[in-house]
């Protein structure tokens, strides 16, 4: 299992975030996305996640995102800076609902793993943020994914579960899973390799195939 991304390039209303990226992630390995505040992290997150247009190619597994979208998405779990949980359902609720959504991996990995045995009818809108992230973090273990994206994660988590947590991506890697990880702190993984991103001037043509684009330029 690879991810392979070649030459991309993201704009958000008509201003170019980043260009010419290209790097591929093999199953087992974690890799840090890095840069400033404004150079595209979470934008590229989420135009791999297939949430945005991007110029360029990205391949997971062989199968191009701009050519079997759904299929590419099933094999990705993103994480980002919300938590993507219902507050009006326990946190046993929200956990078994994603557990039927992806019929992937295990609800009792997932309660083990973010220590939730403890607040599991707890109505998710009763819980701390940290409690808030665990519960959405949780969503990845029983997604079953290969490939999870992860924006900021350990934000709210306090240093014992962030340390759990970094534990929590070395046993997806080693069970041949791969993780894409924006983050500012060390989060303690074994010699992870780096992207950096720094932030791009604005270009001065727009692509002429997106009319969205052009006219936000005008």
């Known amino acids: 299992m690879t991810l392979t ?11 170019l975030i ?4 290209s790097f591929t992630i093999d199953a087992g390995e974690a890799v840090m996305l890095r840069g400033p505040n404004g150079s595209g992290k979470s934008t ?8 945005l247009p991007f110029e360029g190619d990205v391949v997971l597994n062989g199968v191009p995102l701009g050519k079997d979208h759904d299929g590419v998405q099933e094999q990705i779990a ?14 046993g609720e929200n956990l078994t609902f994603w557990a039927r959504l ?13 220590a939730l045995a403890e607040i599991w009818d707890r109505p998710a809108h009763a819980c701390s ?15 079953g994914r290969v490939l999870w994206l992860l924006d ?15 534990g929590i991506i070395k046993a997806h890697c080693a069970g041949g899973g791969m993780a894409l990880i924006a ?3 060390d989060l303690g993984l074994d010699t992870p390799r780096e992207i950096m991103l720094d932030p791009n001037v604005v270009r001065k043509s727009i692509p002429s195939n997106d009319p969205f684009l052009s006219e936000a330029w005008e």
């Open 5 to 15: 991304v070649s030459n991309l390039a993201c704009f958000r209303t008509g201003r």
């Open 18 to 21: 980043f260009s010419d990226q």
């Open 44 to 51: 590229m997150l989420r135009a791999l996640a297939g949430m």
């Open 78 to 91: 993103y994480a980002g800076h919300l938590d993507a949980i219902k507050p009006q359902l326990t946190v």
């Open 102 to 114: 992806f019929e992937g991996g295990s609800i009792d990995d997932a309660v083990e793993q973010f």
């Open 129 to 143: 943020a940290g409690q808030k992230r665990r519960l959405g973090l949780a969503r990845l273990v029983v997604s």
């Open 152 to 166: 900021e994660p350990t934000v709210s988590l306090d240093v014992e579960t962030t340390a759990r947590f970094a």
């Open 183 to 185: 983050t500012h702190i």
